[in-house]
């Protein structure tokens, strides 16, 4: 017998609700995020940020910029 067939019904289902989550989220659109050394976090100045930018407002207002630093994990935005 193999593995398959030896397992119980709930490691069975349990195995199956992983490979289900796991689908979902490969399935996902991942956010594509930048790597900037030119923002500096205000928290701990570093200088290794990654950012991404989304239009939130009307086409006539400039981007939203949102930030968080890689090195300490502060987020902040910026217009």
């Known amino acids: 017998m193999s593995g398959e067939e030896l397992k119980s019904a709930e490691k069975k289902a349990e195995d199956a609700a992983i490979e289900k989550e796991n689908m979902r989220v490969a399935m996902t659109a991942q956010e594509e995020r930048a790597i900037s050394t030119t923002m500096q976090c205000g928290k701990c100045k570093a200088k290794k940020v990654a950012y991404t930018q989304a239009q939130t407002r009307s086409a006539?207002?400039?981007?939203?910029?949102?930030?968080?630093?890689m090195n300490c994990g502060n987020k902040w935005k910026f217009s």
Request: proline share 10%; with cysteine; net charge negative.
């Open 60 to 69: 006539d207002e400039p981007m939203t910029t949102f930030c968080e630093c």
